[in-house]
């Protein structure tokens, strides 16, 4: 008789690993160290002037805390077999929160002269890997073995 429902198996990391996982490792490498600078370090990021569209939303500890939420959520995707629909819900908060800040780093550079393309190149590369981690997605649910 075959169970019904998803069953999570944890991933092998012995051998070969899946490529798809690679992207979603490194969304969560770069966004954990995101985070840590955020809440161990906010006042560098508090005094500096290109984050001051995203200050004026949330304090930046708050930020770190959403950018660790995030990674955590990456770290289960990639260490866990799970429903499709998980790693949809992954990509999109991750695109919410790298969105919002893409578009407060262009919003910036558009409107200040003094400020330069940097943090929106380096914004839009962190987006362009996560477009790729979920177009890696596997195109149907993994059901558990019989």
């Given at each position: 008789?075959?169970p019904e429902g998803h069953?999570?198996?944890?991933?092998n990391?012995r051998?070969?690993?899946?490529?798809?996982?690679?992207?979603?490792a490194l969304?969560c490498?770069t966004y954990?160290?995101?985070?840590?600078?955020m809440?161990l370090?906010?006042?560098?990021f508090?005094?500096?002037?290109?984050?001051g569209?995203?200050t004026?939303v949330l304090?930046?500890?708050?930020?770190g805390i959403a950018y660790?939420?995030?990674?955590?959520?990456?770290?289960i995707?990639v260490?866990?077999?799970?429903?499709?629909?998980?790693?949809?819900i992954?990509?999109?908060?991750?695109l919410i929160v790298?969105?919002y800040?893409?578009m407060?780093?262009?919003?910036?550079w558009l409107t200040?002269d003094?400020?330069?393309?940097?943090?929106?190149?380096?914004?839009?590369?962190?987006t362009?890997l996560l477009?790729?981690s979920?177009?890696?997605?596997?195109?149907a649910?993994?059901?558990g073995d019989?």
């Amino acid at each position: 008789m075959e169970p019904e429902g998803h069953v999570v198996k944890w991933r092998n990391f012995r051998g070969r690993i899946d490529p798809a996982v690679w992207p979603g490792a490194l969304i969560c490498v770069t966004y954990t160290l995101y985070s840590l600078g955020m809440i161990l370090q906010p006042s560098r990021f508090s005094a500096t002037p290109a984050y001051g569209n995203l200050t004026q939303v949330l304090d930046i500890e708050v930020w770190g805390i959403a950018y660790l939420l995030v990674a955590g959520l990456f770290a289960i995707y990639v260490a866990a077999v799970t429903q499709r629909m998980f790693g949809v819900i992954v990509h999109i908060l991750g695109l919410i929160v790298t969105g919002y800040w893409l578009m407060a780093f262009i919003i910036r550079w558009l409107t200040d002269d003094a400020t330069t393309v940097v943090n929106v190149a380096s914004w839009l590369v962190l987006t362009l890997l996560l477009a790729r981690s979920a177009a890696l997605l596997p195109a149907a649910t993994v059901r558990g073995d019989p």
